[in-house]
């Protein structure tokens, strides 16, 4: 994977974390109002129970004469216990599963205790009227009374009520057998009254001491277990788990915060990363663009400075052709002419003159031919290589010869020959190099000056060197020396097609071999040509 | 960790959120409204009985559909009794019949009680069976004897009847549903509440909104313990308490009923045999005949009743007509009308 998918996994795997962790503390993060109202609930349950306690023990000491707050704490209680069970999205299922059995335990204890309460407020009410019943008694048998059935009675009425009270105070067993005697003494003394009203109240009296014994133990009983019921150790266990499960959930939004920012901070990085490798990379790309623009142009350049050549060359053998061939053609055309009309008279001396003269130009034509059709062969690439065995020594020599007659000697010609004769070569690309080089160094120097023609056959390969005191080639020319139909502008006065060098050029690349010169303006120039000797051919003459 | 700095660090990861995707937070539920611990912690509780609160706030479109629904017969399952026909609306909501006798149903084995301030009893029916009104309701609409119908019964019937669609259209967003019968009647119960009776302005300050005798009254009400369990801003109605302490009410009578069993009917516990939820003396006056059975007709037997079972004791006649004109202040209005 290139190091930029790499990068794009990266951002995409961030974004989908921020999202993925951003959706989640949307859905189960701690939301601040759900938080703080049900942390309130979960205080408020042990605040309630305290506050029942608190009514529950005003309520028995006759400080609060209303149920009314024992009624709201226990409605209460129960309500937000209902309210509790829908725990807040924060807590984890398994804390839910925790806090939810809290909150049960919590339910039941408090629902247990209110069983206690209504059975207290049930019996606190009957000890309450019957605790209501004493002090009417005594004003009832007391000093201001007018009936004489109660004056006897009007003490142990005193003493009853006094027993009631401390055992209202005190409760202990001493206080009760008192109010036990006192209510027997009562009871006894009033069955020798007459009066029915009487006898009725001290019944009255009588019931109220008892119920008074048997219900004050029991709503003391009530009220202790009331206030030892275990709903304020429940309360404080479930406020207790609700703070851990709060801590952890609210620790977890800090890390998650954490992650948020550290997320959002690597995309930030990355993004910027991303640009900045983005930037680069239009640069290269740019920079790239902006080479292979050039190279198109200087590719278009060279194809244009082609085609500019190869239309010189086309005009250059226009021109060459319209003068080259005319000369020989009007030479053959007038010495035909003239052997015709004057053929009969004519000595045959003469005759034989322009019998020559008419193969001279034909020759010539011939050789022109040759050097166009090997031009076009080399410029496609069909000049094929042939050696054969030769007697180099002897090849060159006849070259000399012929070119001595053909110029009729006007040029002293200095041959020699070094090393081995028998080499294996083209002989006819190696006329053509030859040939060329030569007829160049006759033509374009002086009558009577010398051309030096030294031939070395090596062991590896043969070189020839051609060397005359001509108008030599100007610098100019150098780089045109073998584009065909090219001549320098000092030789333009002189016959030629701009063939030659073009043609000897192509026979030594055909041959495999190099060419180089030296020249000097009106000095003389030298080619030296170096052609490897074949092999195998080689071989072959030495067997034979 | 203290829990202020968990607030605050919660409140900044809220704003990181926020400023990081602005995604918006959904609002926290919202929980019923309670009464707040301190407000109630204030009130001066030396008095045995206070004022009743104004009425609470009820949604009144769905108290008047409630209301409608009362006397409405189609909510019963033969479509022939109505809440009305044994609540009167000319007396109390109360029936003045000892025990109702409605066409189609059998007689009722106990007398239908008022129906002002029900809200304010902490159970209800005679026995104090249910905790709610809505559990006492949703028995009661299943009751053979009673409506003999169920919600969804109610809700059918009163499709066919004109205007009802409509009105729970109005009321509810979704309309006419069993669910929502049975709120628009909790509804109208909640809304049935009486205050500024003139004992509760004399409560508060007012000295001439009840007669000498009436105050006189009252203090004998105090003196003989009847506030023990006839207190609270309900003048009972917080409690339960047995019939005949210190005489058995049943001795003389056929308590042999299951309607004389009370509390027992329920929890099958002996100790709860006889055991009523002690009622409201809120508007008693306007609400005769007496007691679970209906069998006493004047307020002032049932003061003598009372203090016979209850106390212990016969009441002069001077005292109970003083008793009873206490009682007779404690006749409310409501929504601003006498009953």
Known sequence: MSGRRVLHFVLLAAVLALLGLSAFSVFFGVRPDEQVQYSDKVRRVQALDTWLNEAVLRSRSGLLLNYDPLVFAVRETSNIHRALSKVPSFVAAEGKQALLEQIEASAASAQEKAAFVEEFKTENSVLRTSLHYFPMLIARFGEGSSEPALRPLAGLAHALGSAVMLFEATGDSEARRRVEVASRTLEAASRGTEARAVRSDIELATRHASILLERKPKVDGLVRRILSAPTSVRARKLDLLYRELEAGALSEAVLRREWLLGLLLGIVIFGLMEIILAMRRTARVRERLAGELERAHTSLAKEHERERQTSAARSRFLAMTSHEIRTPLTAIGSSAELLESFGQKWDSERRLDHVRRIREASRSMERMLEDVLIIGRADAGGLSLAPTPISLNTFCQELVEALMQRTQNTHAIQFSFQGDTSVSLDERLLLHVLGNLLNNAIKYSASGSTVWFSVHALTEQCEFVVADQGIGIPNEHLPSLYVSYCRAKNAEHLPGTGLGLAVVKSAVDAQGGTIALATELGRGTTFRVLIPRQRAEREIWNAS | ?339
């Open chain 2, 1 to 339: 960790m203290e829990l202020g700095t968990w607030h605050a660090s919660n409140r900044r990861v809220g704003t990181a959120l926020a400023v990081a995707l602005v995604l918006g937070c959904t609002a926290g539920t919202e929980d019923r409204p309670t009464q707040q611990l301190d407000s109630l912690q204030a009130l001066d509780m030396s008095e045995p009985l206070c004022a009743l609160p104004e009425a609470p706030r009820v949604n009144e479109a769905w108290a008047a559909l409630g209301e409608m629904l009362f006397k409405e017969r189609a909510v019963s399952g033969d479509q022939k009794v109505a809440c009305a026909d044994c609540h009167h609306d000319g007396h109390g909501l109360a029936d003045e019949t000892p025990l109702s006798n409605v066409e189609g149903r059998r007689a009722t084995l106990l007398n239908a009680p008022t129906m002002y301030n029900v809200v304010y009893s902490f159970r209800v029916t005679w026995g104090g069976r249910y905790e709610s009104l809505e559990a006492h309701l949703d028995d009661l609409v299943k009751n053979p004897d009673v409506m003999a119908s169920t919600w969804a019964i109610a809700s059918e019937h009163l499709q066919s009847k004109a205007g009802y669609i409509e009105r729970f259209q109005a009321a509810f967003p979704d309309g006419l549903t069993p669910q929502n019968v049975r709120a628009a009647l909790v509804e109208y119960e909640r809304s049935l509440v009486t205050p500024n009776a003139p004992f509760d302005r004399y409560l508060l300050g007012e000295d001439d909104a009840i007669s000498a005798e009436a105050k006189s009254g009252y203090s004998l009400f105090k003196m003989y313990g009847c506030t023990s369990c006839h207190q609270g801003c309900g003048v009972g109605g917080n409690m339960l308490e047995r019939l005949g302490i210190l005489r058995e009410y049943f001795d003389d009578r056929n308590g042999g009923r299951p309607a004389d069993e009370g509390l027992y009917q329920k929890t099958k516990n002996e100790r709860d045999r006889h055991v009523f939820r002690v009622p409201s003396l809120r508007n008693v006056a306007r609400t005769a005949p007496y007691f679970h059975d209906g069998s006493v007709r004047t307020l002032e037997g049932a003061i003598q009743a009372m203090a016979r079972f209850q106390l212990g004791r016969e009441l002069t006649l001077e005292d109970t007509r003083s008793i009873a004109a206490f009682l007779n202040t404690l006749t409310g209005r409501y929504r601003g009308k006498p009953i």
